[in-house]
């Protein structure tokens, strides 16, 4: 069987079994603060199992992407080294939900496998939860005896609470599980050891397909276990893992889901993929990196169609880590020296057309970001290899003439100066080159062994796990339990009716955060908006009968739960409360957004279809707006948008709100849909003029485009590649603007004595300037050069030296050095030392002819670093130029007079 017939024998299993089939769930997570990436296939039913959503059917199954790279399921080192972990991978699952339990889970486990798939009956083991004293949870006896009437009972194997009670966190529900394990071994390795000895014992032979979750516990913030109201069925099967298995195949890698891409690979390399190959052979290293790449690309690829773009901080941060892996696997092993890691996009799209079409749809544009990426990282890593030249080459600092004045590589120099002198690259360094250039801590290796160095990995450990724990603070909660005052969940939003409503509180519970405690609230009915699509979530008052008001400064989602954020709890939380919401700040946000949606409908008229929002910000200030384009967006096109957007807000079109629209009924109308976004069975589509803008929306907006009032573009600039950003702002905020922009203007009119061009008038002091700063340039270099005269007589032969060490009044660095070059052309057997006084930081030159750097042993750098201590600085150079700097002037006439004990 294919991968493609694989997945489809499995949907049509349990839909006929009475399941629903259900698409699966973007890879990027929204609306949850405890996931940035769907790492498990019941992600998208979280709300459900929580009891904080109704389930759309008793039955559902799918194939879900998953990607599992960072928290507490991290796969990402291990992804290539072995044969079985992915960063992104199909997780194919069936659920039930109050429905059935075990006894159905496992009969059609078992059938689908050796009935349906036909797999070998004597290479699959099962797990049951062996019970666990502590927790006062007894063993899983009715999962043994329901194994029993399929498997014999010496494939019938215990587990331990880690491997066979699965939890979905610290709180939350959780159960028993029941695992399915396949032997993949030869028989006559079989013969010799069984296989219920190599169970979750990491044997890359005997490995894992499926997974039974029976859920049927609430674990509570003290640790206790609650049984839940009703019981759940949760599986995940590795896709990848099953289509090994059923194609023969010893390594997930050498199935039809992986090798087209690798044998891709392979051929552009010029070089063989060994699927055999172990640590020590000689294609052990390219085998590791065809894996990565392999797998690499999907995770980054469906992540960025999702809508997560590379980044410097959090999921973007993630994604680019994973990016940069793979560019350092085919510039280190694979020696592309070019970008290649984004040729792989389209030969993925084909792949999954059809099964995630998300991909196919955006092929060009996810192609076009990775290779932009790819761009940026091998600069970065040149950028970190010269760093790692100039730490490691003793002596001599700098390679070009250019360098010569850097700062920051003579501090780099002086910073490790004790480990440079042992030849060792220290930890911290180490460290820098992995956190800021992206170098594995092995191509340090590798570089410094190349030139005789070692590397203090001890040091650069200990940087790395400080790293961690101070993420790991910045980023710590403490959430406690729910306090019930409700058992109902179903929370009413009527928002878009009303800005004020009468409502009881449910729930609340007390998060810490950085030290600070708040209270999360949730009410049976709410005016508030939580945070979702871009639009910032609402900010007001609960208003008690009592008289306590309780701020409510947020509100956010939280598997589908809206929650009010607030300092303090009232005094009476069961009374009822008016819930309102701070009106002018919703009336701003409401411009912001409805005029997003006007700017998207206007830049796909005058840049062209192929825009796409790509994010969107939508607060009471701004809004701001993400789209997909690779060229800047021009000042004539910017007035373009903004006249056809101020057009839409003249015509004062009303608002066309639809709710409960069949999802399918919407995009067949020719609605705008956003890649990334989760939508449901209906949806809500949000209308301004059907020939002009209409979007599937679930945003506050503007009864009529002329409530905003005028729409101004303030910014424009790239985000990421093939992604630009515009800023803008509506309504009193854009009056003001407006209003700042006309002051501006006469001000610079009436510096300029009312000219009739303002424009020409500016352009001719810019020239007059440009001038004037070339005369003062020229001034300069005619001042150095009759000092050169000058200085030259000042030399003192000492043992055959011609020394000058002389105090000059010389505006900059480029100056002195141009000052020392002539002399060393006018003066033999030179050693020059000059001192300047540049805006309050005295600054040192060395220059040493090069008979005497040869014939002497001087070295311009050493001595600079001594005169540096001086004035209470530090430099370094090359042999026969070097330069210092510091803070101290009054150490001036120290510096110049300690030069002479050099050559004394």
């Known amino acids: 069987m294919t991968a493609k017939e694989i997945r489809q024998a499995f949907l049509d299993f349990f839909a006929s079994k009475g399941h629903i089939i259900v698409p699966s769930a973007p890879i990027v997570v929204k609306n949850d603060p405890t996931l940035m990436f769907t790492n498990a296939g019941m992600n998208q039913f ?3 199992f929580l009891g904080e959503a109704p389930a759309k059917a008793p039955r559902v199954a799918d194939t879900q992407r998953c990607l599992r790279v960072s928290g507490k399921h991290n796969d990402l080192e291990e992804v290539g080294i072995d044969t079985y972990h992915h960063t992104m991978f199909e997780m194919l699952g069936n659920w039930s939900f109050g429905d059935y339990f075990k006894k159905e889970a496992i009969a059609w486990s078992w059938e689908l496998l050796t009935e349906v798939y036909k797999l070998d009956k004597d290479r699959l083991y099962v797990t049951y939860f062996e019970g666990d004293e502590k927790e006062g949870l007894e063993k899983d006896t009715e999962t043994y005896d329901l194994w029993k009437q399929y498997v014999d009972e010496a494939h019938i194997l215990p587990g331990n609470k880690k491997d066979n009670f699965w939890e ?21 390795e079989r013969a010799e050891v069984s296989g219920a000895t190599l169970v979750n014992a990491d044997h890359d032979q005997v490995i894992e397909i499926w997974n039974n979750v029976f859920m049927q516990f609430n674990r509570i913030k003290d640790g206790s276990l609650h049984q839940l109201p009703a019981k759940h069925v949760d599986t995940g099967m590795g896709f990848e893992r099953l289509v090994r298995v059923l194609q023969g195949k010893s390594s997930n890698y050498d199935s039809d889901v992986f090798q087209p ?5 392979a051929e552009k390399s010029g070089k063989k993929y060994n699927s055999a190959a172990k640590p020590g052979d000689a294609d052990w290293a390219d085998a590791v990196a065809m894996r990565v790449l392999a797998d690499h690309i999907r995770a980054i690829s469906f992540a960025i169609a999702d809508g997560q773009l590379p980044a410097s901080n959090k999921a973007g941060y993630v994604i680019r880590r994973i990016l940069r892996r793979a560019v350092r696997y085919s510039y280190q092993t694979l020696n592309f020296k070019e970008p290649f890691f984004n040729e792989l996009v389209p030969l993925l799209a084909e792949q999954f057309k059809g099964v995630f079409d998300e991909l196919y749809n955006q092929k060009d544009f996810v192609q076009k970001v990775i290779r932009e990426e790819e761009v940026s990282f091998l600069r970065t890593l040149q950028k970190g290899i010269n760093r790692f030249n100039i730490y490691t080459t003793q002596g001599n600092g700098f390679n070009t003439p250019e360098e010569e004045d850097s700062w ?25 080159l992995s956190d800021t250039y992206g170098f594995p801590i092995d191509l340090t290796e590798l570089m410094a062994r190349e030139k005789g160095w070692t590397v203090d990995l001890k040091g650069f450990e200990q940087a790395l796990q400080e790293q961690k724990t101070r993420s790991r603070a910045a980023t710590a909660i403490d959430t406690g339990d729910w306090v019930v005052l409700k058992d109902d969940d179903n929370v009413a939003f009527t928002g878009y009716d009303e800005t004020e409503s009468i409502a009881h509180i449910i729930k609340y519970r007390k998060v810490t955060a950085k030290g600070k405690e708040q209270y999360q609230i949730v009410l049976d009915k709410t005016p508030f908006y939580a945070e979702s699509g871009g639009q910032v979530g609402d900010a007001g008052e609960l208003v008690f009968p009592n008289g306590d008001v309780i701020d409510v400064t947020d509100t956010k989602k939280e598997n589908g739960l809206i929650v009010h954020f607030a300092d303090k709890l009232p005094a009476t939380p069961e009374d009822a409360l008016t819930a309102i919401v701070d009106a002018t700040k919703r009336s701003s946000i409401e411009n912001n957004h409805s005029a997003t949606h006007l700017l998207h409908a206007a830049m796909k008229q005058v840049l062209g279809a192929h825009v796409n929002q790509k994010g ?11 789209f997909s384009h690779f060229a800047k967006v021009t000042e004539e096109e910017i007035a373009q948008i903004e006249t056809i957007v101020n057009g839409k807000i ?29 939508y449901g069975d209906y949806v809500r589509v949000i209308t301004f003029d059907d020939t002009f803008s209409k979007e599937l929306c679930g945003g506050t907006h503007v009864k009529a485009t002329g409530q905003i009032g005028y729409f101004k573009i303030v910014a424009e600039s790239a985000v990421a590649a093939g992604v630009r950003r515009i800023e803008a702002i509506t309504g009193a905020a854009a009056e003001d603007f407006i209003t700042e922009q006309t002051k501006l203007v006469q001000q610079v009119k009436d510096l300029l004595k009312n000219p009739k061009d303002v424009a020409k008038s500016i352009e001719a002091l810019l020239e007059e300037n440009n001038r004037l700063k070339k005369e003062i340039e020229k001034s300069v270099l005619e001042k150095s050069s009759g000092l050169k005269d000058e200085l030259a007589k000042t030399a003192e032969n000492i043992n055959g030296i011609n020394f000058i060490a002389q105090k000059v009044a010389l505006p900059n660095a480029d100056a002195i050095k141009n000052l020392a070059y002539h002399l060393k052309d006018i003066v033999p057997n030179l ?9 309050g930081k005295p600054s040192i030159t060395v220059m040493i002819d090069e008979t005497l750097v040869k014939e002497k042993g001087l070295h311009a750098g050493n001595i ?6 001086e004035v209470k600085g530090g430099g370094g150079g090359q042999p026969f130029f070097a330069t210092a700097g510091g803070s101290d002037v009054s150490g001036i006439d120290n510096a110049l007079a300690k030069a002479k004990s050099f050559i004394a």
Request: proline residues 3%.
């Open 864 to 869: 600079v670093k001594e005169l540096a201590k």
């Open 616 to 626: 969107s910000l939508v607060n009471a200030g701004y809004l701001r707006f993400d």
């Open 831 to 839: 050693f020059l030392v000059l001192a300047a006084d540049i805006s």
């Open 408 to 432: 920051d590589m003579v501090a780099l120099q002086s910073q490790y100066l004790n480990e440079r002198n042992n030849k060792v690259v220290a930890g911290q360094f180490a460290f820098e």
């Open 261 to 265: 891409m690798i044998q891709f690979i």
């Open 168 to 188: 979905m966190g610290e709180t939350g529900p959780c159960g028993p599980c029941s695992e399915i394990h396949f032997d993949s071994r030869p028989d006559n």
């Open 46 to 48: 979280k709300d459900v």
């Open 650 to 678: 003249r015509e004062n079109i009303q608002l066309k709100e639809e709710r409960m629209v069949a999802y399918q009924e919407a995009i067949t109308s020719g609605v705008t849909a956003l890649f990334g976004e989760k």
